[in-house]
């Protein structure tokens, strides 16, 4: 694909970061990859200035990472990482599940089967990159129906990382895994459980032993 083909007239330096981005969620920029410059330039036909901008936005993501002397690469989530993010998600997304339930309504009811036949369809697809995207459209969802906005507002801090943590994590899995371990969470929550919610919100986050073991 000629990917300069895909730049329009929104911020070249936010379209580069987010083809850059999504090409690190699809897994088709490794961790470890190196990321120069030059070459990237050339395959978006944008300037190395460009390009820079995106790279130093994706760093502040911490999708990738500036090693001294040896410009950019892949993140690679090392135990410490994956320890992080799975405590952190754990916590933010089991008080949201919580709330969620203890709030919903028929409008959330149908805004949250809507997130999840979206991921079922994705998973019968079979394509990695649409099936995160959808998994964390998911539970972004859940996290506005608990009507919680400083939760939402940290959730958003590290959306951009759970993005590869999810990538990571569904990859271990079949797809058709991948979209019924969400059921039991997403009834839950619709039947306004909300002790069961959270503790499926603990249950669905793909724990860190086997994410290490990968």
């Known amino acids: ?3 300069s083909a895909l730049i329009n007239k929104r911020s070249l330096e936010d379209q580069a970061a987010e083809l850059i981005r999504e090409d690190i969620i ?9 990321l120069v410059e030059t070459s990237l330039a050339k395959e978006y036909g944008l ?3 460009t390009i820079r901008i995106a790279l130093h936005q994706l760093g502040a993501e911490s999708l990738i990472t500036q090693v001294p002397y040896a410009g950019w690469s892949v993140s690679q989530l090392d135990d410490q990482d994956i320890w992080e993010l799975y405590t952190l998600r754990s916590t933010l997304e089991s008080m949201a599940a919580r709330l969620a339930a203890e709030k919903i309504s028929p409008v959330g009811v ?6 999840y036949a979206n991921l079922l369809a994705c998973c019968e697809a079979a ?3 649409e099936i995160t995207r959808a998994d964390l459209a998911l539970h972004k969802t859940i996290i506005d129906l608990s ?3 400083r ?3 940290q959730y958003q801090l590290i959306e951009n990382q759970l993005l590869s943590y999810i990538s990571v994590s569904n990859q271990s899995f079949d797809p058709a895994v991948v979209g019924s371990s969400h059921r039991a969470l997403v009834e839950a929550i619709c039947a306004g459980l909300t002790d069961v919610a959270a503790a499926e919100a603990v249950n669905n986050i793909t724990d860190f032993g086997p994410l290490q073991q990968g």
């Open 47 to 49: 300037s190395r200035g």
């Open 147 to 149: 009507g919680h906005g």
């Open 1 to 3: 694909m000629n990917k």
């Open 151 to 153: 939760l939402a507002k």
């Open 127 to 129: 394509d990695f990159g």
């Open 110 to 115: 149908e805004k949250l089967q809507r997130a």
């Open 26 to 34: 699809k897994g088709e920029l490794t961790p470890g990859t190196r």
